[in-house]
């Protein structure tokens, strides 16, 4: 009897010891990666705000009813209603804005939809004779690009429209030269844009307003610009050539420095943006040679200068984007970008030391561990142990026989 209740007992802690790990990585861990879902194609103007992902659908390959605006709550592991006939987008807390039939409004939690533009001809700066593009929102300000006459291009300069959702003020931005502008950010006081006042669609400067003083800055641009410039906070981001190679530019608004982050290539799509501090980018192997089509993805805290690889060198990465202590971007094989299955995935990052982490998704997925080391050329992400689950396995019959044996 004795030897029962002994081999009873031995036998749960056993048990106890083997099925522990298994609860524990369940559970989700910073500097881990989690495939969310994934998508027939490769999405467009890929946006993430605290747990709200947003991204665009608009391949030719889609049928008219695939193609819209799409998003996904990562805390409630659901999906937001679908927007059709959508061409950029920009979110800030429930509000999201984004151009198609004029400026569009969403309320994310009640779903109800109100055009900004296009609505009255009598009420300017807007018209039915005016096309607007490239909004952006933080709180309640909404700021976008207005175009004189029917033709319109991505590039072309425009009139910079702020509208105050409390109040319904709208005015245009008192730049130094106005209708030279073009893909204006909004954060707080403060608004960016690529500007045409000085050279061709091909070599733009990059200026900041600042609204509560009223003041317009130039940016130090030192290199052809090559993306669309992203602002947070003290910081802004965005990309030059620099001798042939896309590089990384960091911009602090308060100390006035400027900073070579590193290199940096860009998708259609793609911003290298940044949050609390930290700029996420797509880092290719070889940059001076164009066939190549291994990418890592980087991460940067400017607060220690420590830069982080969080994915090994492979084909078919794209859209790194941030917020907080998340990073999501998708993977593919790299073969028919337009074509073939890309995952979802999303990347959470340590706490900083003394910081609490952000609220975990509270979703039941499976995760693996991604390699930290920073800067190398070949890192490849450890993988759980292919025979843990045989271990717990061979435990649990070791153990049952152990215990029959006692009995007999």
Same mark, same amino acid.
């Given at each position: 009897?004795?030897?029962?209740?002994?081999?009873?007992?031995?036998?749960?802690?056993?048990?106890?010891?083997?099925?522990?790990?298994?609860?524990?990585?369940?559970?989700?861990?910073?500097?881990?990666?989690?495939?969310?879902?994934?998508?027939?194609?490769?999405?467009?103007?890929?946006?993430?705000?605290?747990?709200?992902?947003?991204?665009?659908?608009?391949?030719?390959?889609?049928?008219?009813?695939?193609?819209?605006?799409?998003?996904?709550?990562?805390?409630?592991?659901?999906?937001?209603?679908?927007?059709?006939?959508?061409? !950029?987008?920009?979110?800030?807390?429930?509000?999201?804005?984004?151009? *198609?039939?004029? +400026?569009?409004?969403? @309320?994310? &939690? %009640? =779903?109800?939809?109100?055009?900004?533009?296009?609505?009255?001809?009598?009420?300017?700066?807007?018209?039915?004779?005016?096309?607007?593009?490239?909004?952006?929102?933080?709180?309640?300000?909404?700021?976008? !690009?207005?175009?004189?006459?029917?033709?319109?291009?991505?590039?072309? *300069?425009?009139? +910079?429209?702020?509208? @105050?959702? &409390? %109040? =319904?003020?709208?005015?245009?931005?008192?730049?130094?030269?106005?209708?030279?502008?073009?893909?204006?950010?909004?954060?707080?006081?403060?608004?960016?844009?690529?500007?045409?006042?000085?050279?061709?669609?091909?070599?733009?400067?990059?200026?900041?307003?600042?609204?509560?003083? *009223?003041?317009?800055?130039?940016?130090?641009?030192?290199?052809?610009?090559?993306?669309?410039?992203?602002?947070?906070?003290?910081?802004?981001?965005?990309?030059?050539?620099?001798?042939?190679?896309?590089?990384?530019?960091?911009?602090?608004?308060?100390?006035?420095?400027?900073?070579?982050?590193?290199?940096?290539?860009?998708?259609?799509?793609?911003?290298?943006?940044?949050?609390?501090?930290?700029?996420?980018?797509?880092?290719?192997?070889?940059?001076?040679?164009?066939?190549?089509?291994?990418?890592?993805?980087?991460?940067?805290?400017?607060?220690?200068?420590?830069?982080?690889?969080?994915?090994?060198?492979?084909?078919?990465?794209?859209?790194?984007?941030?917020?907080?202590?998340?990073?999501?971007?998708?993977?593919?094989?790299?073969?028919?970008?337009?074509?073939?299955?890309?995952?979802?995935?999303?990347?959470?990052?340590?706490?900083?030391?003394?910081?609490?982490?952000?609220?975990?998704?509270?979703?039941?997925?499976?995760?693996?561990?991604?390699?930290?080391?920073?800067?190398?050329?070949?890192?490849?992400?450890?993988?759980?142990?292919?025979?843990?689950?045989?271990?717990?396995?061979?435990?649990?019959?070791?153990?049952?026989?152990?215990?029959?044996?006692?009995?007999?």
């Amino acid at each position: 009897m004795n030897n029962y209740r002994h081999s009873n007992g031995l036998l749960i802690v056993i048990i106890c010891l083997v099925t522990i790990p298994l609860t524990i990585s369940a559970e989700p861990v910073p500097g881990t990666e989690a495939v969310l879902f994934t998508l027939s194609e490769e999405p467009f103007y890929m946006t993430l705000e605290g747990d709200r992902l947003f991204w665009l659908q608009d391949n030719k390959y889609l049928s008219a009813s695939e193609r819209g605006l799409y998003g996904y709550n990562l805390t409630e592991d659901s999906t937001i209603p679908v927007v059709h006939q959508v061409e !950029t987008t920009k979110i800030s807390g429930d509000r999201v804005v984004f151009s *198609g039939k004029g +400026i569009m409004l969403m @309320n994310v &939690t %009640t =779903g109800t939809l109100v055009q900004l533009t296009n609505q009255d001809d009598a009420s300017l700066p807007v018209s039915d004779l005016r096309f607007n593009q490239n909004p952006s929102i933080d709180g309640d300000q909404v700021a976008w !690009t207005e175009h004189e006459g029917l033709a319109h291009s991505g590039v072309d *300069g425009g009139k +910079i429209v702020i509208l @105050n959702l &409390t %109040t =319904g003020e709208r005015q245009y931005l008192p730049t130094g030269s106005p209708g030279n502008q073009n893909s204006p950010m909004i954060f707080g006081n403060f608004i960016l844009w690529k500007d045409y006042r000085s050279g061709g669609v091909n070599d733009p400067e990059l200026y900041l307003f600042d609204l509560k003083e *009223g003041k317009e800055e130039r940016l130090p641009t030192e290199n052809p610009v090559k993306s669309i410039p992203y602002i947070s906070g003290d910081d802004v981001v965005w990309t030059e050539k620099i001798h042939g190679i896309h590089t990384i530019i960091h911009y602090s608004i308060s100390s006035r420095n400027r900073t070579i982050i590193g290199q940096g290539s860009i998708h259609q799509g793609h911003l290298p943006p940044i949050s609390d501090e930290r700029i996420v980018w797509l880092q290719s192997r070889n940059p001076l040679d164009i066939r190549e089509e291994r990418n890592a993805i980087m991460v940067m805290d400017l607060r220690t200068g420590e830069k982080t690889q969080i994915t090994p060198f492979q084909r078919g990465l794209s859209h790194p984007v941030i917020s907080g202590e998340y990073i999501i971007y998708t993977r593919g094989a790299g073969d028919d970008w337009s074509r073939e299955p890309r995952e979802v995935v999303l990347y959470t990052l340590p706490s900083r030391p003394g910081e609490h982490g952000m609220n975990d998704t509270g979703r039941s997925i499976s995760h693996s561990p991604v390699n930290n080391s920073s800067n190398q050329s070949d890192a490849v992400p450890p993988t759980s142990s292919p025979g843990f689950t045989c271990f717990t396995l061979v435990a649990g019959c070791i153990a049952a026989l152990a215990f029959r044996k006692v009995l007999q």
